[in-house]
């Protein structure tokens, strides 16, 4: 007898949520089990994608197009972070894949993804110090960042010696608190240029200043809530995918912000390369 397949009783049931809470209690999600490594799976999928497209427009528009990438700091910085942070969401793909969550493509992707937050720490730093400090002492300005910057990473390299040392305990508990803290850097440093702008202390040559406050506000909204998203459900396929959202919002501040120049007041038309 031919199968009807106009028959609805023939389709494939709904196997899993995709939008299922990873509660502490992993009720919803239990270890090991095959909904938990769906969900994941497809959480880091999503991430993947993120950072491989933002390695791609990096690479290829503004490097091999624009030919801005090698006089653009900030978007050296946020390669580093998107090409790490790549791999790192490949080992996730791999290891629920295979049903290994805290195997060694978990501890891989504990080094590779705390490395990527450390150029996102380092990137976010940089542009507060643009703001903060640049206009009143450049040269001070760039020490601090670079001090900042490699205490950030000397961080995560404590992390990642903590979380190895203490990996049947911890996992990626401490890891995730670090990426966590490199997010919150990186609302706060957007938060900062959207004020810096409207104050007029930074210019982009060829773009129109009004545009870049309305732009850097909506980079700012647009992290607030991604970040609102993953804390509030608490669900993977939010989690996840945002921290990817933010990487992209990182590299569109960053392809302005590496360009801009500081205005002396009192100077007109004068101003100062900080892509230095």
């Avoid at 992707?109 to 990137?123: D, E, P, R, W």
């Avoid at 020490?143 to 490699?150: E, H, P």
């Avoid at 000397?154 to 890891?175: I, P, Q, R």
Wanted: hydrophobic letters at 50%.
């Amino acid at each position: 007898m031919a199968t009807n397949y106009d028959d609805l009783a023939c389709m494939t049931p709904t196997y899993v949520s995709f939008f299922l809470k990873d509660d502490d209690e992993r009720i919803n999600l239990p270890i090991g089990s095959m909904d938990r490594n769906m969900v994941f799976f497809a959480a880091h999928v999503v991430f993947f994608m993120f950072n491989f497209l933002n390695t791609l427009y990096i690479v290829l528009i503004e490097g091999y197009i624009l030919k801005g990438f090698k006089k653009n700091l900030l978007l050296q910085l946020t390669l580093g972070a998107a090409v790490f942070q790549m791999a790192s969401c490949y080992s996730s793909v791999k290891r629920y894949n295979i049903n290994d969550e805290y195997g060694y493509w978990g501890k891989f992707g504990t080094v590779t993804g705390l490395t990527a937050f450390a150029f996102v720490g380092s990137a976010s730093i940089r542009m507060m110090a643009m703001c903060l400090l640049f206009p009143k002492n450049e040269t001070f300005g760039k020490k601090v960042w670079i001090f900042s910057s490699g205490a950030w990473a000397l961080v995560g390299a404590g992390v990642f010696v903590y979380s190895m040392a203490k990996w049947e305990e911890v996992y990626f508990e401490v890891f995730r608190q670090f990426v966590g803290l490199s997010n919150m850097m990186l609302i706060v440093s957007l938060g900062i240029m959207t004020v810096s702008l409207r104050g007029g202390n930074l210019v982009c040559v060829g773009t129109d200043n009004d545009v870049l406050k309305r732009l850097y506000a909506v980079l700012f909204c647009f992290s607030v809530v991604a970040m609102g998203l993953a804390l509030k459900t608490e669900a993977p396929m939010f989690q996840f995918p945002s921290t990817g959202f933010n990487m992209s919002l990182l590299v569109i501040a960053a392809k302005y912000a590496g360009n801009m120049k500081i205005t002396e007041r009192g100077t007109a038309g004068e101003s100062q390369s900080l892509n230095v």
